[in-house]
């Protein structure tokens, strides 16, 4: 089975930051990789599939990229509305999520 | 809009069995693979079982082979888990998902809870 390795899994950051949240697979995925957002009491919601293609109407200073092992979300400049938990997940073989990064502000 | 709506979650003792179900609307169903996955209390994401569109291919989560069984009605727009020989580590809430790899479209979850 291939094993996600989300890090760090707490993030503190203040408003406008740029902030990185990574993703490491245990073999190589090529770019078989989906990030998602999980509010406090809400279901997931798809961000960023085939490791770099923006999920429609997501806004745009989200971003994703990688490929093989090593995988990057990228916020360009952290909003409030952004505070969450953020998955990764590779679909190269069978189904796997990252343990989940929960994102903060300072 | 696509929307997915899952029912059919509660307090059920262990051993014994719950059917999920979760109508799809706002998208034509039958085009559509479907999935389940659920989440523990506090705890992050797991998959746990896949149908196609056509319901030709079943996949499964080791932790539930032999115990769920997933279906689907298109006709119905609705798609199921049965769920058999129910243990305190399947408690979790229970979201239903669209798409093959991926997922695109999530319901609101439903809540399963195995406890004597």
């Known amino acids: 089975d291939i094993q996600m390795t989300q890090s760090p899994s707490l993030l503190s950051a203040s408003v406008g930051d740029r902030v990185t949240l990574n993703c490491k697979a245990s073999?190589?995925?090529?770019?078989?990789l989906a990030w998602y957002q999980q509010k406090l009491g809400e279901a997931p919601k798809l961000l960023i599939y085939?490791?770099?293609s923006l999920q429609t109407g997501i806004p745009s200073r989200f971003s994703g990229s990688g490929s093989g092992t090593d995988f990057t979300l990228t916020i360009s400049s952290l909003q409030p509305e952004d505070v969450a938990t953020y998955f990764c997940q590779q679909y190269y073989s069978g189904l796997t999520f990252g343990s989940g990064t929960k994102l903060e502000i300072k | 809009e696509v929307q997915l709506v899952e029912s059919g979650g509660g307090l059920v003792q262990p051993g014994r069995s719950l059917k999920l179900s979760c109508v799809a609307s706002g998208f034509t169903f039958s085009n559509y693979g479907m999935n389940w996955i659920r989440q523990a209390p506090g705890k992050g994401l797991e998959w746990v079982a896949y149908?196609?569109?056509?319901?030709?291919?079943?996949y499964y989560a080791e932790t539930v082979k032999g115990r769920f069984t997933i279906s689907r009605d298109n006709a119905k727009n609705t798609l199921y888990l049965q769920m058999t020989s129910l243990r305190s580590e399947d408690t979790a809430l229970y979201y239903c998902?669209?798409?093959?790899?991926?997922?695109?479209?999530w319901g609101q979850g439903v809540m399963v809870t195995v406890s004597s």
């Open positions: 073999q190589n995925i090529y770019k078989n």
């Open positions: 998902a669209r798409q093959d790899n991926y997922f695109d479209y």
């Open positions: 149908i196609s569109s056509g319901s030709s291919y079943i």
């Open positions: 085939n490791a770099n």
